[in-house]
């Protein structure tokens, strides 16, 4: 037994550890891949429709991840 299993089981206490992911709450592995995978082929709003969150949540794990994210009204610059 290591040291934590040694201490909770002195404690009387059950201690589960549990590998995590991802940093921020609410976010996990597969969350990120989704938002990377859509990223390639859709748009900030059509993201925030599949996905059901913020679109500053997900303007931040873009920005998190290095995702770049198109813009539905952002149109071209002209050039001259």
Known sequence: MNPH???A???????TLMATTSKQPGR?????RQLIEL????DLEA???RTGRKPEAVLKMATR????????????????
């Open 5 to 7: 299993e040694l201490a």
């Open 9 to 15: 089981k002195a404690e009387g206490e059950e201690h």
């Open 28 to 32: 996990s592995f597969s969350d990120e």
């Open 39 to 42: 990223a390639k082929t859709m």
């Open 47 to 49: 993201i925030v429709r």
């Open 65 to 80: 991840l290095g995702v770049s994210l198109k813009s539905a009204n952002r149109t071209k610059a002209k050039r001259q």
